[in-house]
């Protein structure tokens, strides 16, 4: 199940009702970073890209708002910003930890 933490913007919420329309029950796991990432690749479709080399440049200069949170890449093509979802299996399904900026987890990493 969608832990309703997560489902605190109009995005989510359209998103998190939209999915539960069609496949009846709630998104799980990664469910909207899936949709981000499958959005990022159509919209580089959709601009005419169309090999691997074009896919990769048009990623690595995007900008754009997703379901999760805004999505742009550093140099080592790291997300930029926005919550990190720290995810655990439990009872066979995936259950939110945690969720921690991207800062918070490149200095908790380096200490």
Do not use: H
């Amino acid at each position: 199940m969608l832990d309703p933490g997560l489902v605190d913007t109009e995005t989510r919420k359209d998103f998190n009702a939209a999915y539960q329309g069609y496949f009846r029950e709630s998104p799980v796991g990664y469910g909207m970073e899936y949709s981000d990432a499958a959005g990022l690749m159509l919209a580089a479709l959709d601009s005419g890209v169309r090999t691997r080399r074009g896919m990769d440049a048009w990623i690595d200069a995007t900008d754009t708002e997703g379901i999760t949170k805004s999505i742009s890449f550093d140099a080592a093509g790291e997300v930029r910003e926005g919550p990190i979802f720290v995810l655990q299996v439990q009872a066979g399904r995936f259950k939110q930890v945690a969720s921690v900026g991207y800062e918070t987890l490149i200095y908790d990493c380096l200490i």
